[in-house]
Nanobody, 114 residues
Framework: QVQLVESGGGLVQPGGSLRLSCAAS????????MGWYRQSPGKQRELVST??????SSADSVKGRFTISRDRAKNTVSLQMNSLKPEDTAVYYC?????????WGQGTQVTVSS
């Protein structure tokens, strides 16, 4: 069974940095797409950043602050988050897609607060 396992969430002050990591286990295939989504209380889950082939896509709200990196061979993806803002507070979910199948991690909480 394929599982995506996140790590690296936590509490950080505004302007600080965090790095999220995600590793896939149990897969024998290479994901077509890997990335990150987030969900805040009362809001829908939204795309943060994804990596597909040699290209990346990021939400306007995180451009210039967040950087996605991926190791396709190892099926891992990371998200370096700098200049964090209180509005970045959310549960962050690792995402992977292979063919028509989607996979989600269990989520990791990121809280930006002084």
């Amino acid at each position: 069974q394929v599982q995506l396992v996140e790590s690296g969430g936590g509490l950080v002050q505004p302007g600080g940095s965090l790095r999220l990591s995600c590793a896939a286990s149990g897969s024998i295939f290479m994901f077509n797409v890997m990335g990150w989504y987030r969900q805040s209380p009362g809001k829908q889950r939204e795309l943060v950043s994804t990596s597909s082939g040699g290209s990346t896509s990021s939400a306007d709200s995180v451009k210039g602050r967040f950087t996605i990196s991926r190791d396709r061979a190892k099926n891992t993806v990371s998200l370096q988050m700098n200049s964090l803002k209180p509005e970045d507070t959310a549960v962050y979910y690792c995402y992977g897609r292979y063919m028509f199948n989607e996979y989600w991690g269990q989520g990791t909480q990121v809280t930006v607060s002084s």
